[in-house]
């Protein structure tokens, strides 16, 4: 990421030309409709930080998409999977399967999009997995509907909608920290670099070995907690380095650890989530707030 | 049939056998390609460079070193001057190199011009005579020439035979390597690649009992990553390249 | 501080996690690695050495009965003796024949991960034969009675210092740090060793089916020597090392080369098809392969065939940010640590419980896939055994409880809402700080709160708040 002087707004809040086209297009030309959207919050946003959730539904709905929430949604089974069991990981995704799948099936959404990597990584690529088999064909169609049409929220912003700039404002220097399933499941990563950058903001500066894990791992943070909070200390470690008081993620369980270190630790500086970052909610360091 | 406990050849070839029979997908996930067509180089030969130049810059780069001469007079000059280099510390007399056969290392009249610089070569014929061995364990350069060199990596390859010892090129502590460019390729690819054409790969690999591939000195970096010449092998090699396609 | 490899998992973890030493040179070897790697693929078009290599290796496996054969076929035409083994006992028990027959005293040995794998070793020495290492990394754990953390670099957790000191214990060597002398005094011992030695042992990096001959990659020249001065041969190895043709091996060697050390090459590259041919000032008398199975055929027949595509470079060790923090004996007593070893350890295992929580020992970031020259899905594999070792039993008891509770209650959205109820009343009562943190968790959880804190369970979820906000919404979305 480039190191950027402050810059002033170039443009009057609310008055890019393209967007509010599309939007009255969309609205006026009843055979061209918005991009329904069903969101899938992930059980982490749900309950420890509904306010990601929000953000993310505000950023899709500001950028032309129509926001439907299907309220029986629970949870992907990421955690039963990750941990070995696939027929507690089946239950759970046999459920998320029946609540998106026929919303997809009839037309009813174009997509399914989450703020987190790696629970979209969960349906897209480890539900093959699951579903793998000749006694679960039912599943596998099912699967295959909703895999296609899974994305991740920065990647569904940029590549789906189009954003290219978000009007957003952050005052003070902040990084980037890209998260494994991102980053090497899915693969995106110039989607929330590229909306990262376009933020109205003090000062973006690279984090040092950005790449490396946080540490997190799923069950491993418990099982394993010694080598997990070796591992998020050298993330710490890299944040401080880099001078930002905000190191912006893309998925909580991340978000969690780093913050749950950065916090018993006694450091200022904190991991937000990039919706809330992206949607204008955190504007300020952490000191500021 | 193998030698071994009686029925594991049978035992292990039936186990693999049938689990690959029972299995329909091997892989996780397969790369659903065949196996590739020579050559399948890794390394091409830099263009900007000429074979010598690039052979030459790449044993340099690994801690060896190179020559460049003409032919023939040439190279046993050269010759001379390394080996005087190399035991310029010893005790003044007669210097003795382990060596290939003079006949298997194709410069002419070497052997006299050497013994006038009261240089002679030990190309011993039977090393398992421990007096013979010894006598070679104890001299500090070798001299042989090469199979077949290669440009992109700085490498030689060495095929023992008769009058070409495996331990010319292995036990003394320096290496003296005759280079000719008739024998000097880009890449391994394109020396197996025309080796494989004449007809010529397995029957130079059966012959040779041990074929060598070297690249520079021997070396290791196993205490704390730093980096050691001379380990087991040569701690230096120095390559004469020279012109036999006159 | 020495890690006891025969202790419990837990209790290795916590040795390697308080080893400062050990963790400096651990980040020190695994970055130099990592960025000579990087240099050295960066150099070459990667993604096709990969296909290539994956290819190749994806064939060998596939038809791998049938190349065993033909590699048999070949190095006996070559004068070998090719000899089949099942299990390490029997391996051992063939080596040690072979040297009993022929009155071996001493021999050498090049570095080899499969002998290191069976324990070749203490066979040898328990038959009263003396084995000396000449790797200089092996022969530095041989001397201080360890065995490798790394499988390319079996001392990257010791310290000049500590070699220093074990040199001039064991060689009576001066006292001083200087690599440069500490290798001198080893070459000059281990040079009268390969010289007086009965037998030369090594292992086999790949053995070419079509020209029988098998292929080894050293950086010291130990490997020559070994397999050229003693008069009898002997060279194991692990039946997945067989490639189909010459060309094969020389892109495979590239391979594992370039990703496992960042070299374009090793130094040396020993193809050895048979004993000395007549008329030959050298070379053994006679060569003899043993082809060992070990838990191989247990690999395929578990279905884990993408385990034996395996390269043995290294690379994913290097990148692997567990195996940073803990190094290689931490994975316990096995010749394979890392991503890899985490895989291979419980898969050669007749018992995976033995080492069930190796598996676990990862964060599934991924990073291994990414630099493995054969493409082996490490995390998928992961994952797998994770499954597997479940389905074994090997997990705590109250973990598949609590699992499977979630799982009913989370599969029913009424039940997941009474749940997410419970849990915020539950979070409102346990002990926080100021900022509204949870600072003390009950067991096991309580291994996150010892250096982490946890924000509460919030007091409105993200569906109270939508619900709240629907009608409102619905409203706005009409009037724009």
């Not at chain 2, 340099?60 to 020559?67: A, N, Q, W």
């Not at chain 2, 023939?72 to 007399?93: C, H, K, N, Y």
Request: one cysteine or more.
């Amino acid at each position: 990421m480039r190191r950027r002087r402050k810059r002033r707004r170039l443009t009057p809040k609310g008055a890019h030309p393209e967007r509010s086209e599309r939007l009255t297009m969309t609205r006026s030309n009843s055979d061209k409709q918005m991009p329904r959207v069903a969101f899938f919050v992930t059980c982490m946003v749900d309950t420890l930080y509904p306010n990601v959730g929000m953000a993310a539904v505000e950023l899709l709905e500001r950028h032309g998409a129509e926001v439907v929430f299907p309220e029986d949604q629970t949870c992907c089974g990421q955690p039963a999977f990750n941990a070995g069991y696939r027929d507690e990981a089946r239950r759970m995704a046999r459920h998320f399967l029946n609540v998106f799948g026929p919303l997809v099936n009839r037309g009813e959404v174009d997509a399914i999009v989450a703020p987190s990597g790696s629970c979209v990584a969960m349906v897209k690529h480890f539900y093959q997995v699951l579903f793998e088999g000749p006694d679960y064909e039912k599943e596998q169609r099912l699967v295959d509907l909703v895999s296609g049409v899974s994305y991740e929220l920065t990647q569904y912003l940029v590549d789906v909608l189009g954003v290219e700039d978000i009007e957003a404002e952050y005052h003070g220097s902040l990084t980037y920290h890209p998260c494994c399933h991102l980053l090497r499941e899915l693969k995106v990563d110039s989607q929330p670099r590229q909306l990262l950058r376009s933020i109205k903001s003090g000062e973006i500066v690279e984090l040092p070995a950005e790449h490396e894990c946080c540490g997190f791992g799923g069950l491993f943070a418990i099982k394993n907690a010694g080598i997990s909070t070796a591992m998020g200390k050298r993330k710490v470690e890299n944040l401080l380095q880099s001078g930002a008081k905000t190191v912006a993620v893309g998925d909580v369980s991340c978000m969690t650890h780093i913050n749950g270190l950065l916090k018993k630790m006694g450091h200022g500086c904190r991991a937000v989530h990039v919706a809330e970052l992206l949607n204008g909610s955190v504007r300020d360091t952490p000191e500021a707030q | 049939m193998g030698n071994g406990p009686a029925g594991a050849r049978e035992q292990i070839l039936g186990r693999l056998r049938e689990s690959l029979a029972k299995q329909g997908r091997l892989f996780r996930q397969s790369i659903g390609l065949d196996l590739p067509d020579p050559p399948m180089t890794v390394f091409p030969s830099p263009a900007d460079k000429s074979l010598v130049e690039s052979f030459a810059t790449k044993l340099v780069e690994l801690s060896g070193s190179c020559d460049v001469v003409r032919a023939g007079a040439d190279v046993a000059e050269r010759l001379m001057q390394r080996i005087r280099e190399w035991t310029a510390q010893s005790p003044s007399g007669p210097i003795e190199i382990l060596s290939w056969a003079p006949d298997e290392l194709h410069v002419p009249r070497l052997e006299q011009t050497l013994a006038e610089g009261d240089i002679s070569l030990f190309a011993p014929e039977d090393l398992h005579d421990q007096s013979i061995r010894a006598r070679a364990a104890s001299i500090d350069v070798g001299i042989t020439g090469i199979e077949a060199a290669f440009a992109n990596t700085g490498s030689i390859v060495l095929s023992p035979g008769a009058g070409r010892s495996r331990a010319a090129g292995l036990l003394p502590l320096n290496h003296l390597v005759l280079v000719p460019l008739s024998r000097l390729y880009p890449t391994f690819e394109a020396w197996l690649l025309k080796l494989r054409q004449e007809g010529r790969l397995e029957t130079l690999l059966h012959e040779s009992g041990q074929l060598a591939v070297v690249t520079g000195p021997s070396k290791s970096a196993d205490i704390e990553l730093t980096l050691t010449l001379g380990v087991h092998g040569p701690k230096t090699i120095h390559a004469i390249v020279f012109d036999d396609t006159e | 501080m020495n890690i006891d490899v025969s202790a419990p998992y837990q209790t290795r973890v916590k040795q390697a996690l308080a080893d400062d030493n050990l963790r400096t040179a651990l980040d020190r070897a695994t970055s130099r690695l990592s960025e000579t790697r990087a240099q050295a693929v960066a150099a070459i078009d990667l993604q096709r050495m990969r296909d290539e290599a994956r290819a190749i290796k994806e064939h060998a496996i596939k038809n791998l009965p049938d190349l065993l054969e033909e590699l048999e076929r070949n190095l006996i035409a070559n004068g070998c003796q090719v000899h089949w083994a099942q299990t390490a006992d029997e391996a051992n028990e063939i080596v040690t024949d072979i040297a009993r027959q022929r009155d071996v005293r001493r021999t050498v040995k090049s570095k080899s991960m499969a002998t290191e794998e069976i324990h070749l070793n203490r066979a040898l020495e328990d038959a009263g034969i003396k084995v000396v290492e000449t790797d200089l990394g092996e022969y530095i754990i041989q001397l201080a009675g360890e065995p490798p953390s790394h499988i390319t670099a079996p001392v990257i957790h010791k310290r000049a210092e500590d070699i220093s000191e074990l040199f001039q214990r064991e060689l009576g060597m001066r006292p001083t740090n200087d690599p440069a002398e500490m290798c001198a005094a080893a070459r000059e011992q281990l040079r009268s060793e390969f010289l007086a030695a009965d037998m030369g042992i090594s292992g086999c990096n790949f053995a070419i089916a079509e020209t029988g001959t098998i292929c080894i990659i050293t950086n010291e020249g130990n490997g020559r020597m070994a397999t050229s001065m003693p008069p009898v041969y002997v060279a194991v190895m692990g039946i997945e090392k067989v490639v189909p043709r010459v060309e094969d091996a020389f892109l495979l060697w590239q391979a594992v080369t370039r990703s496992g050390t960042g070299q374009d090459v090793t130094v040396y590259f020993s193809m050895s098809s048979g004993p000395r041919r007549s008329g030959h000032p050298d070379g053994p008398e006679e060569m003899h392969v043993v082809l060992v199975d070990s838990g191989r055929s247990r690999i395929m027949e578990r279905e884990y065939a993408d385990a034996l595509l395996c390269l043995r470079c290294g690379a994913c060790l290097n990148s692997c940010p567990v195996y940073r923090e803990i190094g290689g004996h931490a994975y316990g007593n096995t010749a394979y640590s890392g991503p890899i070893g985490a895989v291979v350890t419980p898969l050669l295992a007749e018992d995976p419980t033995t080492a069930k929580e190796l598996p676990f020992a990862s964060s599934l970031c991924g990073v291994c896939r990414e630099v493995c020259p054969v493409k082996i899905d490490l995390p998928r594999l992961l994952l797998d055994l994770r499954h597997d070792l479940t389905q074994l039993g090997s997990s705590p008891k109250y973990e598949g409880a609590a699992i499977r509770a979630y799982s009913n209650t989370v599969e029913k959205p009424a039940r997941y809402n009474r749940l997410s109820k419970l849990a915020r009343w539950f979070s409102r009562i346990l002990p926080a700080n100021t900022e509204g943190d949870l600072t003390k968790l009950p067991p096991p959880l309580s291994a996150w709160t010892r250096s982490r804190v946890l924000p509460r369970i919030a007091s409105r979820s993200f569906r109270a708040l939508w619900r709240d906000g629907r009608d409102t919404r619905r409203g706005s979305s009409d009037n724009g």
